[in-house]
């Protein structure tokens, strides 16, 4: 399941990517199959990037890259290990709620990325992710990886302003994705899973496999009311020191 769009990044050959916070590798994969494009996949721990390293090094083997180099990095997403200007696209997914000093990792990213290059954050929708909060009590923020804030759009927009970032675009992804997080959480506070949560995630796989054209219009209808994410599309025009 793929929250970027690529073909609105329209990625061009020779260009380089890195995917931050990078978990099994979905988009690392996606963008890996763009002809000669170079890809690092990145999280914060190496036993968390070998998994996306196995599937793009599969991807060689069976010949579904585009020819372009792979790498992996245990990073702190705060402090980047590259230099400035190092990637043409920066792609942050479902990564920053997840992180204390988001101020500092955004400021990262613009960091590395070259000037008017890409990046694509998406976070958790606000009302969506107020209602996880309120099922699963403190215990879905206090478990090891969990979220540490529920983002408002005016102060998320204010981060990416300070560290120069323009928004091109924005969109809300995953309407019937909601319900899954909300019965997984009920299901946490309850210490156990309910038979609707597994029913439910069944749907939500054949779903995304399958894509039939009523539940793909279903996830178009509620999407302005109940999409789990919220996805920035943002061009780096350097840092606003006004």
Not at 84 to 99: G, M, P, T
Request: proline share 5%; glycine share 8%; hydrophobic share 40%.
């Amino acid at each position: 399941m793929l929250t970027v769009d690529f073909n609105r990044l329209n990625i061009e050959p020779g260009s380089r990517v890195l995917d931050l916070g990078c978990g099994p590798g979905r988009h690392s994969w996606e963008a890996y199959r763009s002809p000669d494009v170079d890809v690092v996949a990145a999280d914060i721990t190496y036993n968390i990037v070998a998994w996306a390293l196995i599937m793009l090094r599969s991807m060689v083997d069976n010949r579904e890259s585009g020819g372009g180099d792979a790498y992996g990095a245990a990073v702190d997403a705060s402090r980047l290990p590259f230099a400035d200007n190092s990637f043409d696209y920066v792609i942050c997914s479902e990564v920053l709620e997840h992180i204390p000093d988001d101020q500092s990792a955004v400021a990262e990213m613009a960091r590395v990325l070259k000037p008017e290059g890409t990046l694509v954050v998406s976070v958790p929708l606000y009302l969506p992710e107020k209602i996880c909060w309120a099922l699963a009590d403190e215990t879905y923020r206090q478990m090891a990886g969990g979220h540490v804030r529920i983002y408002k759009k005016k102060a998320l927009e204010q981060i990416f302003g300070e560290a120069g970032l323009k928004c091109q675009a924005r969109r809300r992804a995953h309407a019937l994705h909601s319900p899954l997080w909300w019965l997984r959480c009920i299901a946490v506070r309850r210490g156990k899973p309910g038979l609707l949560s597994a029913g439910y995630d069944k749907f939500i796989n054949w779903h995304v496999t399958k894509r039939p054209a009523p539940t793909v219009f279903a996830e178009n209808l509620l999407a302005p009311v109940m999409a789990k994410s919220i996805v920035y599309y943002l061009k780096n025009e350097g840092k606003n020191d006004a």
